[in-house]
């Protein structure tokens, strides 16, 4: 039996499984992006954490963290 791969009965298979892979990639897209922002953010945090270090080292901050009776952080400079 010699069967086209084009003929009308293949066709809705093809077209559905085009369709999946495009979405497949957009999707695909989506998360690639997202990851970009989350690195970029996170970059940002690091930068900002390691400018506090820098000034805390340059200005000999020291810290101590206490525990606070409400659960909350007290900084204390000394």
Do not use: F
Request: hydrophobic share 35%.
């Amino acid at each position: 039996m010699n069967v086209q791969m084009n003929s009308p009965q293949y066709y809705p298979y093809y077209a559905n499984q085009q369709r999946y892979a495009h979405m497949d990639q957009i999707n695909i897209h989506q998360r690639i992006t997202n990851i970009e922002k989350q690195l970029e953010m996170l970059i940002k945090m690091v930068e900002q954490n390691n400018q506090m270090l820098r000034y805390m080292h340059q200005n000999n901050v020291n810290t101590n963290t206490m525990t606070g009776g409400g659960g909350g952080a007290i900084i204390v400079r000394m």
